[in-house]
């Protein structure tokens, strides 16, 4: 392994101009869970076992709820830390443990276990869903202290938490799309919280159904995987992934592409994730930023031996991703609601991890790395945007905003750390994950190499403006409050997540990247990118100078002029990005409305087609019979001659036959 | 005398019954008619037994006579109940079971 590493490494300087190569995955073999390991389905259990005492305790357990509702992933952290450092202590050829729960489908052919795969992938998951989510659980404890269902709340949150676990741990196809379903499930309960706003249940549903888009392509996909290969576990599937004909291969790359876009609000599913911020805004830090929105990613890294062998299946998830970056990007600059601004920069940055998915070995390291930084540093700042809605009477709008750098210092540092983590501000965590993905996009060569670089660049740019835009109009400039407002800082129990996360902002993309920690923790599974060119080169350069621009812009128009309280003279782009650049009018034409018409036309033929021919039977034989009945006339004699002019005729058809 | 002349005869009685049966009004008269048929077949069994040389055919007479006995029985009573309820035996006034 290191041989044919060390052998990347001498080929890549020797040819100035040629692409340096990725090393693919050496083959896994997954083993038996020993020790502590055994028992990961505690992971499961912890907030498994939270939901149901919430949600089937019932207001019973309102007054220690919330406890309970933090403690349990709290709890499956720390079981999470200490699995983690018993995978350190193996080597890293062994670190893919299976962990076998019970079967749970055994009919005929069809075999399926409910196992859980401790691998490199999976933990690092289970670590930032279980840390990050326990802190934002925190911070829920004082968002949501008003509310009278707040225990209610945190019942799907823990949910949502086991339904995420269970996602990651799977060890197969099947139980991860249970998990799948479960999240969105979720995701729906916890959109739609107040279900008597019109608005958030509208968004649920939104959410729910174009998860739903998704969710039929990965269950094709898995069909596809089973009528293929007879089985959906991974090590099944993924130890012989070349027995299936390219072109299966090369569909169910693209359906399980389906399922991500889904999930991860990519391009052309991505219209949910904007009305998905009706819901609480912990619900928008943990599933809409840090999580959930993730999963696609995960399955596509995950997915990996399929992906490695179908050019043509990465090629499409290198577009998805370049087009969702520049899209979430151009949708964000122009949202004047924080959280929908916040959103759009969600679906930029995914778009990043997805556009690194697609390159291959060469880019899962730095997606799941960026994945990782990018759960710190969006969470802090959707918190950050919590804080001030919280403060400000649930006011979102920025235009009514401002100013609040001095009246909320520990949340305006906060948002500022994650501020320059996430436009890639040397050394916090962006300028880390970020530039590596930029940079395996060039080093893919050809055009698509370079038209892919090229947006990301230009992605950057626009990230640093639309971020700065944010910055300016909520922490600084002239007041422009309501005059019913009065904010504060937030309490204690809603900073220290802040604190923390920020802390995560600023320095998880340096733990990773430098001294190749991740890229040699996660490479020997899923294959290692060609050794790093130094951290500055003509690309980071390049990219620094864009955001510089990027910020140097919004500046100018945000910075120094009275942020306008009315919307300025309509445009094409100042009409088409606040529309979220016509993806809802893009549903509605090519999708809704075809529909609409498919039912009707549905109707219609179930009305006449079907049911006239049925009624046409019945009223042809009831007009038959109306007709026949009128040889009963009563009359007896015509009877008699009936009778005898049959009889004559049997006679004569006897003699005819000749008896 | 040949058994085509009895034969002959029982079918010119049977045409006059059926002609009856069919022509005439009186409830009475039918019931004659349809005597004379069931005579007219009983004739024509009798000339074949005889022709054939066995006693079949005069057995077979024995059970028309029979049944006709017991529908004479069964047709009277029936013509009796009507003629007290309608006072009148004509068949074409009985026609009340149609549609």
Sequence with gaps: MTGSLAAAAVAAPAAARAVAHAVAAPATTTLPAVGVQRSAWLLLVFPLAGAAILLLGGRRTNPFGHIVGVAMPAASFVYGAIAFFAMLSYPASQRSRDVHMFTWIAVGRFHVDAGLLLDQLSISFVLLITGVGSLIHLFAVGYMSHDPERRRFFGYMNLFVASMLLLVLANNFLLLYAGWEGVGLASYLLIGFWQFKPAAAVAAKKAFIA?????????????????????????????????????????????????????????????????????????????????????????????????????????????????????????????????????????SQIGYMTLAAGLGPAGYVFAIAHLIAHGFFKAGLFLGAGSVKHEMNDEVDMR???????????????????????????????????????????????????ILGTAALIG??????????????????????????????????????????????????????????????????????????????????????????????????????????????????????PRALYGDAFNESVLMRPGQWLTRLSVYFDNRGVDGLVNSLAAGVGGTSGRLRRTQTGFVRSYALSMFVGAVLLVGAFFLVGI | MTPSHFVALAAILFVIGAVGVLVRRNAMVIFMCVELMLNAANLAFVAFARQHGSLDGQVIAFFVMVVAAAEVVVGLAILMAIFRARRSASVDEANLLKY
């Design chain 1, 400 to 450: 009514r905003l401002g100013g609040l750098r001095t009246i909320m210092p520990i949340t305006f540092v906060t948002f500022g750390i994650g501020y320059l983590a996430i436009i890639g501000v040397p050394p916090f965590s962006g300028f880390f994950t970020k530039d590596p993905i930029i940079q395996a996009a060039f080093d893919k060569g050809g055009t698509s190499g370079a």
């Design chain 1, 460 to 577: 950057a740019g626009i990230t640093g403006f639309y971020m700065t835009r944010v910055m300016l109009m909520t922490f600084f400039g002239e007041r422009r409050w309501d005059e019913k407002a009065h904010p504060h800082e937030v309490p204690p129990v809603m900073t220290s997540p802040m604190v923390v996360l920020a802390i995560g902002s600023a320095g998880a993309g340096a733990f990773l990247i430098l001294a190749n920690r991740y890229v040699n923790f996660l490479g020997p599974l899923v294959g290692f990118p060609p050794p790093a060119r130094g951290l500055f080169n003509w690309i980071s350069g390049a990219t620094l100078a864009l955001v510089l621009v990027g910020v140097a812009i919004a500046w100018a128009m945000y910075g120094r002029r009275p942020v306008p309280a009315v919307a300025p003279a309509a445009s094409f782009p100042r009409t088409a990005a």
């Design chain 1, 211 to 347: 998860n739903r888009v998704g969710d039929a392509g990965l269950s094709v996909a898995i069909m596809l995987m089973f009528a293929t290969f007879g089985t959906v576990s991974f090590t099944g599937i993924f130890s012989r992934p070349g027995a299936a004909g390219n072109g299966v291969l090369t569909a169910i790359g693209l359906l399980l592409l389906l399922g991500a876009c889904g999930k991860s609000a990519q391009v052309p599913l991505q219209s949910w994730l904007l009305d998905a911020m009706e819901g609480p805004t912990p619900v928008s830090a943990l599933i809409h930023a840090a999580t959930m929105v993730t999963a696609g990613v995960y399955l596509i890294v995950r997915s990996a031996p399929i992906f490695d062998l179908s050019q043509n299946a990465r090629l499409a998830v290198t577009i998805v991703g370049a087009v969702t970056l520049l899209f979430g990007a151009i949708i964000g600059s122009a949202k004047d609601d924080i959280k929908k601004a916040l959103a759009g920069s969600t679906m």
